[in-house]
């Protein structure tokens, strides 16, 4: 078998009452059919928007994403993928009531495990869990943890607070324990404005400020001392973008090496860190549209270890029928597609 892992493909949840409705709690089961709990999409990718399906990937009824069948068939076969980590993207991962948020969490992660992982042996997946209660993520981490078609652990960019912070430490010692990557992916809690001075006036502005929430999230796990404690973590930032690394991380080190006195446990260059434990998913890649410019890019970066082949299905990166961004050299192809993914997701189970 040739390999093409895909680290970061989106199916939908169909509906709160008609898609998790079997795998809630009784209690939630009631208080769903009660209040009529249903479409709690997350406003970063509402379904109809263009950014959110290609067009021909948008079924006739129903959201882009929401059939096992249509995605294994458009994203894996139609994209030449011979595995896929799914990453469900919905509005757990936000509600107030951290009791809520635990059992549709525990739902989705239970939902994709039967009607999913089951399905397709191609499929892996990583685990949702209720960052609004970090006691209760860790519940979930270990609940699930046996199953080893679980990768990682999916939380979102721009959550209630940075998670270098001390008292999501436990869950990184369990990522750690499992060899469970730490996913950050692009989206939002809606706890705070996207940017670090306000709300923005346009959808465009809070696109393009995903960035910022992800060099944010970079600057904790480092500075706070996360990949010191916890050396084996690897912490993969999806949907990101690629350009804005190479700036980042030297500047990155030129400051630390100014004030390293104020993080004397930092003892190794932030930017060594970021090459060792620093992973990101290759779409979308804003990155120069000419060759020279993708390798000196490639060449900036200073690691072929640090990409991740992903389509980001069904949300609209590129146009055709290969997700690889065009002008990367072979060798970092080869790497992204197979063997950066197998170091980054040792549960994958796959050898070469």
């Not at 635990?102 to 989705?108: E, S």
């Not at 979102?156 to 369990?174: D, S």
């Not at 790497?335 to 189970?349: A, H, I, K, Q, S």
């Amino acid at each position: 078998m040739v390999l093409r892992i895909d680290c970061d493909v989106h199916p939908a949840v169909g509906g709160t009452r008609t898609t998790l409705l079997p795998y809630l709690s009784p209690h939630w089961q009631e208080q769903v059919t009660s209040r009529a709990i249903d479409g709690l999409d997350l406003t970063s990718y509402p379904p109809s928007m263009p950014l959110s399906a290609r067009p021909d990937w948008r079924p006739e009824k129903g959201k882009p994403g929401a059939a096992w069948a249509t995605v294994c068939n458009q994203a894996l076969d139609g994209l030449g993928s011979s595995h896929a980590i799914l990453n469900v993207i919905y509005g757990a991962q936000a509600v107030f009531d951290p009791y809520m948020a635990a059992d549709f969490c525990k739902a989705i992660n239970d939902w994709i495990a039967a009607e999913w992982l089951d399905q397709d042996p191609r499929l892996r997946a990583s685990i949702v869990v209720p960052m609004q209660a970090p006691d209760l993520a860790i519940e979930e981490i270990e609940r699930r943890a046996a199953d080893k078609r679980f990768v990682s652990i999916l939380v979102l960019a721009q959550g209630e607070t940075l998670l270098g912070k001390r008292h999501f430490w436990p869950m990184h010692a369990a990522a750690e324990k499992h060899k469970l990557a730490l996913t950050i992916h692009a989206g939002s809690q809606y706890r705070a404005a996207p940017s670090s001075i306000g709300w923005p006036s346009y959808r465009y502005e809070y696109y393009l400020a995903e960035a910022q929430a992800a060099q944010a999230q970079i600057l904790s796990l480092v500075l706070e001392g996360v990949f010191g404690k916890f050396p084996g973590l690897k912490v993969v930032l999806a949907e990101s973008g690629v350009s804005w690394l190479p700036a980042f991380m030297w500047r990155t080190n030129k400051t630390w090496r100014g004030v390293r006195v104020e993080v004397p446990w930092v003892d190794t260059s932030p930017i060594e860190i970021m090459r060792n434990n620093i992973r990101l998913t290759a779409q979308p890649f804003d990155a120069p549209p000419d060759k020279a410019g993708i390798e000196m890019l490639i060449d900036q970066i200073g690691s072929d270890r640090m990409l991740l082949f992903a389509s980001d299905y069904p949300h609209w990166q590129f146009d055709g029928s290969d997700p690889i961004p065009p002008h990367l050299p072979p060798a970092i192809v080869q790497r992204m597609c197979v063997d950066n993914p197998l170091e980054t997701f040792p549960r994958l189970g796959l050898t070469l």
